[in-house]
Each structure stands twice: as C-alpha cells, then as structure tokens.
C-alpha cells in the first residue's frame, strides 16, 4: 500500500536551516507530483510546496519563496524540502502528500518548531 514517511524535523533557532525527506514506496514514485502541507496549531493545512513528476516544475507558497526548496530523487523514491532562513512562522507540522485517483495520501507528519 502507499506510504509517505517525513523525517527530519526538529527545533531549529530563528534564520537556520532543516531538510525534511519523505520516503515512499507503494506506488510509481516517477509517475506523480508530491506535495509538502504544513499546519499550525489552529490553523488550515496549506500547501507549501509542489514537484512534477521529473522535477522539471516546482511551485511554493508566496511566503516561502526565495526560502525553501522543494527537489525529489526518482531513485531514492524520496522527496525533499530545503528550509532555509526559517522565521518563527514556520512552525508547524509538514505532511508529504500525493494525490492518485482522486485520493489524498499522507504521511503522519514532522514537526518542526522555530523558536529562540
């Protein structure tokens, strides 16, 4: 069955840096798009950052650009996200997720806190 496990989260001071990974398997890694979602507490899930399928388009969230990186390894099965100069903001929990036939699927989340 599909499953996404993210790694890599952690408490980080304000301005430093985290990479979150999400490993995959149960499915065509190459044929899909993923997503990384974070949320805060009380606040919506939103999307921060997408990756087509060869990684040949990436999209982010207007107040991550410039900051984070989203990149994904076809070999590996893995996708990744770069955060870098992390703001206070920030904190929250990332969820990796991929959208097959219609159905949303999610890994259990990494929290990452940014505090000094």
């Known amino acids: 069955q599909v499953q996404l496990v993210e790694s890599g989260g952690g408490l980080v001071q304000p301005g430093g840096s985290l990479r979150l990974s999400c490993a995959t398997s149960?499915?065509?890694?190459?044929?899909?798009?993923m997503n990384w979602y974070r949320q805060a507490p009380g606040k919506e899930r939103d999307l921060v950052a997408s990756i087509t399928t060869y990684g040949r388009a990436t999209d982010y969230l207007d107040s991550v650009k410039g900051r984070f990186t989203i990149s994904r390894d076809n070999l590996k099965n893995t996708v990744y996200l770069q955060m870098n100069n992390l703001k206070p903001e920030d904190t929250a929990v990332y969820y990796c997720?991929?959208?097959?036939?219609?159905?949303?699927?999610w890994g259990q989340g990494t929290q990452v806190t940014v505090s000094s």
């Open positions: 997720n991929m959208v097959r036939f219609g159905v949303n699927y």
């Open positions: 149960g499915f065509y890694f190459i044929d899909y798009n």
